[in-house]
Nanobody
Framework: QVQLVESGGGLVQAGGSLRLSCAAS????????MGWFRQAPGKEREFVAA????????FYTDSVKGRFTISRDSAKNTVYLQMNSLKPEDTAVYYC???????????????????WGQGTQVTVSS
């Protein structure tokens, strides 16, 4: 049984930073993609960033490039999302998820992911 537990959300002023963590357990992730998504009220869940666990290759949606960084600690089976220069439009519930493949054309689709965390709220005030 895969478990994903997010932490690190909170309230921050525009321009500030937060680091989200996602502790994963229950399987090996060597052939998987670890993803971060977000969902704002009244909007669809959208892709934020992803990392291929085996190669550490990273991918970002355009709106966060240069501001967010996805990384991992293999020893802790934990994935991080460092968020800098936060904007009010980054306000959302953030989810980590596991896609048990590495097909790049599919990794930005929420329906590709089999396992999800419970989400953590990020609120950026102006």
């Amino acid at each position: 049984q895969v478990q994903l537990v997010e932490s690190g959300g909170g309230l921050v002023q525009a321009g500030g930073s937060l680091r989200l963590s996602c502790a994963a357990s229950g399987r090996t992730f060597s052939e998987s993609t670890m993803g971060w998504f977000r969902q704002a009220p009244g909007k669809e869940r959208e892709f934020v960033a992803a990392m291929l666990w085996s190669s550490s290759s990273t991918f970002y949606t355009d709106s966060v490039k240069g501001r967010f960084t996805i990384s991992r600690d293999s020893a802790k089976n934990t994935v991080y999302l460092q968020m800098n220069s936060l904007k009010p439009e980054d306000t959302a519930v953030y989810y980590c998820a596991v896609y048990p493949r590495t097909y790049r054309r599919l990794m930005m689709r929420p329906e590709s992911y089999d396992y999800w965390g419970q989400g953590t709220q990020v609120t950026v005030s102006s």
